[in-house]
């Protein structure tokens, strides 16, 4: 256990619509991810952080905007939410060498978004 | 950029058996990470197994090994003794090691059926 909780953990919202989904970690991480599944592509990137406000893109960022204003938290904005953006959206730190094996990503549980 | 390929959509075992899952990868660097990550229905993501590219002996925790052929670009994963709760998706995935910024590039699973 990370200490990574995800919220909401489920959500249904209207195309056009803005939504924002809440990553929290309890355990001082420098480096924070979102990545996003969906059927046929495994698990993509979407932005990451390595920092109080340093955040970069990953390979998926068009629609997607993030913040970090303090450590533990990371949040993944969805500005005008559109059906293609439906998917499982994990949060994700990596792991330094004192607090486990070093350079390894832990995951939280995952929030269900669906854009109808 | 990086690639990770699972040729194997799906497979099945039967409980008590070995079971071989495969992944190459495709990179110009020296200095990376490999992992499996085994996704069962809950849709948690759970860390197996982990490689650093610069051992050259093969990782393993209790029922689970890999066979790491750095030169084949080739990471597989081996289940002994599989069990019922080995049923799950498993994921390759690959980090490049670059200064703090390392991000996970995975495959697109394999979806793995242990039979009772």
């Known amino acids: 256990d990370a200490g990574i909780t995800q919220s909401p953990r489920h959500k249904v919202t209207e195309t056009g619509t803005p939504v924002t989904l809440r990553c929290h970690q309890t355990e001082n991480h420098r480096y924070m991810y979102w990545y996003r599944q969906d059927p046929g592509h495994g698990l993509r990137l979407i932005h990451y952080?390595?920092?109080?406000?340093?955040?970069d893109k990953g390979e998926v960022s068009d629609g997607y905007s993030v913040s970090r204003s303090k450590t533990e938290d990371f949040l993944l904005t969805l500005e005008s939410a559109t059906s293609s953006q439906t998917s499982v959206y994990f949060c994700?730190?990596?792991?330094?060498?004192?607090?486990?094996?070093?350079?390894?990503?832990?995951f939280g549980e995952g929030s269900w978004l669906t854009v109808v | 950029a990086q690639t990770v390929t699972q040729s194997q959509p799906e497979m099945s075992v039967q409980e008590a058996e070995t079971v071989t899952l495969s992944c190459t990868y495709d990179?110009?660097?020296?200095?990376?990470?490999l992992f499996w990550y085994k996704q069962p229905p809950s849709r948690q993501m759970i860390l197996v197994i982990r490689q650093e590219a610069y051992k050259q002996q093969n990782a393993t925790e209790n029922r689970f090994s890999v066979n790491f052929q750095k030169a084949a670009k080739s990471f597989s994963l081996k289940i002994s003794d599989s069990q019922l709760g080995d049923t799950a998706m498993y994921f390759c995935a690959f980090m490049k090691l670059q200064g703090g910024s390392e991000k996970l590039v995975f495959g697109k699973g394999t979806k793995l059926t242990v039979n009772p």
């Open positions: 990179t110009s660097e020296n200095n990376y990470y």
């Open positions: 994700a730190i990596k792991a330094t060498r004192v607090q486990g094996p070093g350079n390894t990503i832990y």
């Open positions: 952080s390595y920092g109080v406000k340093d955040t």
